[in-house]
């Protein structure tokens, strides 16, 4: 059996991810934040969750130290929490730019750095983060300063472990979904057309499929899912 650490378990990527790594037979813990008012839709018997503030980096790390201590490995980590503001430059803040890289920054490496580092023990694993648009290009993050700023630094965190992780079979990839598909976002954008939107479930499938032995070949930092966009 293969074990896998999702946080944001409560989400809707989150659960998606949760839902595709149980059928194809891992063992998933996944994390929520405490007193989540969220119940997940998803139950099994090889799903295992866990409360922990991601933005604390002893609590986050005891994650994966509770995983490798039950299960001595960890095989694949999909990173999925975040935040998200608008804001041009007049409207951002010192405070905002810091809001926006805890949410972003801080959650992804207080969870990738623990697990990363046991990877590079093993010689192998996965590890996903979320991306977005317009931390690859500043042009899409106009009017979205703070988040694209943050979110900018998750594709440099994905490169420089990629550069330590040279000669073994550990790669860290960032996933750039468009849109995507969510009850959330439909009701915030009611007359965008759904069609061009990514879902959760297909999120989820491509993420699986960079863990398969069919895609061991690949090493590509950035997989972006724009779906029909």
């Known amino acids: 059996m293969k074990f896998a650490v999702v946080t944001g378990a409560s989400g809707n990527l989150g659960q998606a991810v949760i839902q595709k790594f149980l059928d194809e037979g891992y063992h998933v813990t996944g994390t929520v934040v405490p007193a989540d008012p969220v119940k997940l839709d998803v139950s099994h018997p090889n799903l295992h969750l866990v409360e922990a503030d991601l933005l604390n980096e002893t609590a986050a790390a005891q994650v994966s130290q509770k995983v490798i201590e039950s299960y001595g490995q960890i095989d694949v980590a999909v990173l ?3 935040g998200f ?3 041009s430059v007049a409207e951002t803040t010192a405070a905002d730019l810091l809001r926006q890289y805890k949410l972003n920054v801080e959650t992804a490496y207080n969870v990738a750095r623990p697990v990363f580092l046991q990877m590079m023990k093993q010689g192998s694993g996965r590890i996903f983060m979320i991306g977005a648009r317009p931390g690859i290009d500043m042009k ?3 009017g979205m300063v703070a988040y694209g700023m943050a979110k900018s630094l998750i594709f440099r965190l994905a490169e420089l472990m990629n550069e330590e992780a040279k000669g073994t079979n550990v790669v860290v ?18 007359n965008a057309d759904y069609s061009k939107w990514v879902s959760p479930a297909s999120i989820a499938s491509v993420i699986h499929f960079h863990c398969s032995d069919d895609a061991a070949a690949l090493r590509e930092t950035v997989i972006k899912l724009y779906g029909n966009s």
């Open 173 to 190: 990839a960032v996933v750039v979904p468009s849109t995507i598909d969510t009850p959330q976002n439909r009701k915030a954008m009611p």
């Open 85 to 87: 503001a608008m804001g």
């Open 140 to 142: 899409n993050s106009k």
């Open 80 to 82: 999925t929490v975040g």
